[in-house]
């Protein structure tokens, strides 16, 4: 029993010695918005005195993890590694699923909203600049997010602008229309 346990302590130490070293950086994003970056939702709710559909917040926040880990995102940052790791297209076979499978791990922290984003690659010199791509990708993201829901709302109040104006003229017509029925001064 003694030869065998010897044995197999010698092969384990040969074993993980001729491993390939694997390193590990980490990673954490708040995702959830703050008060003031809702604004215009709730502006659009108070000011046209409608109740628009808020998404639950915990579906809100899959949402924001699934758009994380999605192509659109991190396809860029997968090339990058591809590019550092000087691998070809055709003859690798490295994939992009496979390596989000294999190199990266998001989670969602229990009952909270920070995003905990872990990536491992056997090159260390990689990994500071791969979180931070995924960082700035997902701050882009972010930003243009808010960008186009302002646009957007900026947009919806135009319309009500233009709806009431055209609103107010009718009205005006009216009333104008009226007094001159009926021998009234419009003041």
């Not at 872990?118 to 997902?138: A, C, E, M, Q, W």
């Amino acid at each position: 029993i003694s030869y065998f346990i010897f044995g197999s302590f010698i092969a384990s130490a040969f074993y993980s010695l001729t491993l390939k070293k694997i390193w590990q950086g980490e990673l954490q994003i708040v995702l959830e918005e703050s008060k003031n970056e809702n604004s215009m939702s709730q502006a659009l709710s108070s000011i046209t005195r409608i109740n628009l559909p808020q998404l639950n917040n915990k579906s809100s926040l899959k949402t924001e993890v699934g758009i994380l880990e999605s192509p659109s995102v991190l396809m860029s940052v997968f090339e990058f590694v591809r590019e550092n790791k000087g691998m070809n297209k055709k003859k690798d076979k490295l994939t992009f699923a496979n390596w989000k499978k294999n190199s990266l791990d998001i989670q969602l922290k229990k009952n909270t909203s920070i995003l905990n984003l872990s990536y491992r690659d056997s090159d260390k010199g990689v990994i500071i600049p791969v979180l931070n791509k995924i960082s700035k990708k997902y701050q882009n993201y972010s930003g243009e997010k808010r960008a186009r829901d302002l646009e957007l709302g900026v947009e919806y109040f135009q319309n009500q602008i233009s709806q009431y104006k055209s609103k107010a003229d009718d009205s005006m017509r009216e009333a104008q229309e009226y007094s001159l029925d009926h021998d009234m001064a419009i003041s």
